[in-house]
């Protein structure tokens, strides 16, 4: 057994619909700018660009109905609802038609944003890293297995206290699931625990204090959070 000079972190996991047993998380990809609305929105052309990830760490994590403190050094949070890929089988180099053998299951995810600091980065050429990938910053509901690895389908909505802000259809992606897993298996090799947010759909905006956000995909549990 190692013997640690300091405590061993705690292993960021995942609830799993209907066991009490959860998903260990690896590693967080998230994908940017997946829905063709989402990137114009945000001033990019979606026909021009390939994926591309950022990540968050694994103790981002959040899972749903908890009550968080509002982020630091931002006054801009911004939800962005999205569907989740939970990898259970390692892989490099994957091709397509065999993408969806590696997905374990599925989960409704909030990609949570400090808008201005990502302006800010944005216009300094400067990683995102701060803007992305700080404390609380994963929202994620309980994981739902797939047998043959399909994802869900259907529609994608995030409600901040009821009222709808996000409404799309996962048809809409730019790069589906199977594209995205085999596309980032290129890049790294994915390993069994990792996680994929797979883009949001147009229509993000701010959260305030006191608000609560909800992410819906039909089939799935909600990824919901309150900010205290």
């Known amino acids: 057994m190692t013997d640690f000079v300091l405590p061993q972190p705690d292993q960021p ?9 959860r998903f260990p998380v690896r590693r967080i990809f998230c994908v940017g700018r997946n829905y063709a609305e989402h990137a114009r929105e945000m001033g990019n052309d979606p026909e021009k660009e390939p994926p591309f990830f950022f990540t968050k760490p694994a103790d981002a994590l ?11 050094m931002t006054s801009d949070l911004h939800h962005e609802a ?20 590696h997905a374990w299951g599925y989960a409704a995810g909030n990609d949570l944003t400090r808008r201005d600091l990502q302006a800010e980065a944005k216009a300094t050429r400067r990683p995102w890293d701060m803007s992305k990938g700080f404390d609380r910053s994963a929202v994620i509901g309980a994981l739902v297995t797939s047998a043959d690895g399909a994802p869900p389908r259907g529609r994608i909505r995030c409600l901040v206290d009821g009222e709808v802000r996000q409404d799309g259809n996962l048809s809409d992606m730019i790069w589906p699931v199977a594209a995205i897993i085999a596309y980032l298996s290129r890049l790294v090799e994915l390993r069994p625990g990792d996680l994929i947010f797979t883009g949001t759909p147009a229509g993000v905006g701010a959260i305030r204090p006191g608000q609560t956000c909800s992410v819906e995909i039909e089939g799935l549990d909600a990824a919901t959070v309150t900010f205290a």
């Open 82 to 101: 999205e569907l989740v890929v939970a990898i259970g089988l390692a892989g490099q180099d994957i091709p397509v038609d065999r993408a969806l053998t």
């Open 13 to 21: 996991s995942v609830a799993i619909r209907g066991s009490d047993k």
């Open 62 to 72: 959040v899972a749903s109905g908890a009550t968080i403190p509002y982020p630091p």
